[in-house]
Nanobody, 121 residues
Framework: QVQLVESGGGLVQPGGSLRLSCASS????????MGWYRQAPGKQRELVAH???????NYTDSVKGRFTISVDNAKKSVYLQMNSLKPEDMAVYYC???????????????WGQGTLVTVSS
């Protein structure tokens, strides 16, 4: 079974840091791009950070300079380093990947189950 599993969420005080991880497993041949999304209560899911297969990155404006997305191609994993966290960063964070499995000819979007980030004093 192909899946993405996030970890690293938790409770942190404003100004603190967390590092989210997203590990892939299963019959994955290639990952084209990966990203982190978040969804706060009562709000739509939004893209936080994205990294393409060429390593280029983009971030939503509210996290620029504070969050860093990175990928370990060998492990087929993606990470999100979050610094200077603010209460408005509090949300469930989801990992997304454009996945190509062995035997398939097209990439499909795969989502993790989410990890909760709580920013509170």
């Amino acid at each position: 079974q192909v899946q993405l599993v996030e970890s690293g969420g938790g409770l942190v005080q404003p100004g603190g840091s967390l590092r989210l991880s997203c590990a892939s497993s299963g019959n994955i041949f290639s990952i084209n791009a990966m990203g982190w999304y978040r969804q706060a209560p009562g709000k739509q899911r939004e893209l936080v950070a994205h990294i393409a297969s060429d390593g280029s990155t983009n971030y939503t404006d509210s996290v620029k300079g504070r969050f860093t997305i990175s990928v370990d191609n060998a492990k087929k994993s993606v990470y999100l380093q979050m610094n200077s966290l603010k209460p408005e960063d509090m949300a469930v964070y989801y990992c997304n990947g454009q996945i190509l499995t062995y035997g398939s000819s097209r990439y499909v979007a795969l989502w993790g189950q989410g990890t909760l980030v709580t920013v509170s004093s």
